[in-house]
């Protein structure tokens, strides 16, 4: 069974750019989350969709946004970018909302802005 | 609100050595508890949860972990501890009653020497 992938790996953009993630979730997963991680911050919860709603966001601006698809696929896009936003991003799914299901979490997108 | 603390940043120990990474929590309500491994460049693994029952819990790679109500912990521990153990580890809550989304501490580097 395919785990939860994340595209592109690797990405270095320039300060005010803007910049689209992707996330496929595990077959069957309908519940996709997103996080932020930075040495300094540790694990940031940025938002939560499940069934194409959003059912939690963290707190973050409004230049991270994202949607799922009618495929639980998953996007997020950060418009604006800032020298803060480089990061590495995790995207995580799971059957339900993860309350007891836990997660499972993709290998993530460094992304570098510059 | 929720929230985690790992007391320790680093934890050294000797190959064959048991060890303990250690965890606290905060919750308005009752916790779902996980413990994550994370490998350099590599997004989170599952490791174990509790959600109910059994205050000792059993995971993967040898691990497991305490529930213990009374003083809001959840302690990662294994009896000998391998080279290849060595990693980022990520305790998780989420509160049953009031949660919407995992709270990760902050980590806990893990050196195992040979």
């Known amino acids: 069974k395919a785990g939860v992938t994340q595209t592109p790996r690797y990405l270095i953009k320039t300060r005010g750019q803007q910049v689209t993630l992707s996330c496929s979730p595990i077959?069957?997963?309908?519940?996709v989350s997103w996080y932020q991680q930075t040495p300094g911050q540790g694990l940031q919860f940025l938002f939560e969709?499940?069934?194409?709603?959003?059912?939690n966001k963290g707190n973050f601006p409004g230049r991270f946004s994202g949607r799922q698809f009618s495929n639980s696929r998953s996007e997020m896009n950060v418009s604006t970018l800032e020298l803060g936003d480089s990061a590495l991003y995790l995207c995580?799914?799971?059957?339900?909302?993860?309350?007891?299901?836990?997660?499972?979490f993709g290998s993530g997108t460094r992304l570098t802005v510059v | 609100a929720q929230s985690v603390a790992q007391p320790e940043d680093q934890v050294n120990v000797a190959e064959g050595n048991p060890l303990t990474v250690k965890c606290t929590y905060s919750?308005?309500?009752?916790?779902?508890l996980f413990w994550y491994v994370q490998y350099p460049n590599r997004g989170l693994q599952f490791l174990l949860k509790?959600?109910?029952?059994?205050?000792l819990v059993k995971g993967s790679y040898g691990f497991e972990a305490e529930f213990n109500k009374s003083q809001t912990s959840f302690h990662l521990k294994k009896p000998s501890a391998l080279v290849s153990d060595s990693a980022l580890y990520f305790c998780?809550?989420?509160?049953?009653?009031?949660?919407?989304?995992?709270?990760f501490g902050p980590g806990t580097r893990l050196s195992v020497l040979p």
């Open positions: 995580a799914s799971s059957t339900s909302t993860g309350a007891t299901m836990g997660y499972t």
């Open positions: 077959s069957g997963h309908r519940s």
């Open positions: 969709y499940f069934s194409e709603t959003q059912r």
């Open positions: 919750v308005s309500g009752n916790p779902y």
């Open positions: 509790y959600i109910t029952g059994d205050n």
């Open positions: 998780a809550v989420r509160d049953r009653d009031y949660g919407q989304n995992f709270v």
